[in-house]
């Protein structure tokens, strides 16, 4: 008996499905010495499931459009098909590329009433006008990696304005939640590379500045 060819994906992409964890902005951030940039590209789901037939929780990036169109939310079954990112040093998403993306089963869960907050996340536009404190990575790990209001970002570090080719890469956590959520630490401050081996300091002001039109609760 002959051996079925195997069934056509999109493009190569691979199939995968599964709960839908927490929804994320996905956010870029450019730093040199103390000036710092976002880019506020879209939004990553965290899905406990299946990607090309193996169980297993792993990330997709998708951008603000199919977030409006799906408006998908924690607790949803959905299903899509995706590429492998080709770069691990620049992208916090374990596939990109995201298409047919279906919402299987609506989530009827209501809305957390605790952290870590889950649900539907809002706009891009509501972060970027919250602003974010520094989140430690062990505390984003263990509490917050289902959390509307947390990030993960790729950061990209121009050590030498003179020489904005020469960047160096790692990932930072924020929190754009309430001040007054019991989960968050903050951790050490960050430091950014600077010339002649001269480093900048982040120091808590920054986050205190970047929050200060929100109160506690908000
Ligand atoms: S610390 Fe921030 S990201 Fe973590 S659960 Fe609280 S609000 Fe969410």
Request: charged share 25%.
């Amino acid at each position: 008996m002959q051996t079925p060819p195997p069934i056509a994906l999109s493009a190569g992409k691979i199939p995968w499905s599964g709960i839908l964890l927490g929804i994320q902005p996905r956010i870029d951030l450019s730093r040199s010495f103390d000036q710092r940039q976002h880019g506020y590209l879209g939004y990553l789901l965290l899905v406990d499931g299946e990607a090309a037939g193996a169980r297993r929780t792993f990330t997709v990036r998708i951008g603000p459009a199919a977030q409006a169109r799906h408006q998908f939310r924690s607790g949803d079954r959905i299903s899509g098909v995706a590429a492998h990112v080709e770069s691990r040093e620049r992208e916090v998403a374990d596939f990109y590329k995201a298409g047919e993306l279906t919402v299987v089963e609506r989530s009827t869960a209501t809305s957390s009433a605790s952290p870590p907050w889950l649900g539907t996340p809002p706009a891009l536009e509501v972060y970027r006008e919250r602003g974010h404190r520094r989140l430690d990575s062990r505390t984003y790990e263990h509490a917050c990696r289902t959390c509307q209001w947390g990030s993960r970002m790729a950061v990209e570090m121009v050590v030498d304005p003179w020489n904005p080719g020469a960047v160096k890469r790692r990932f930072e956590t924020f929190c754009y939640g309430p001040k007054s959520c019991p989960l968050y630490r903050a951790g050490a401050t960050r430091k950014v590379p600077g010339r002649e081996g001269m480093p900048y300091e982040e120091e808590d002001w920054v986050d205190d500045e970047a929050t200060s039109h929100r109160s506690e609760d908000d």
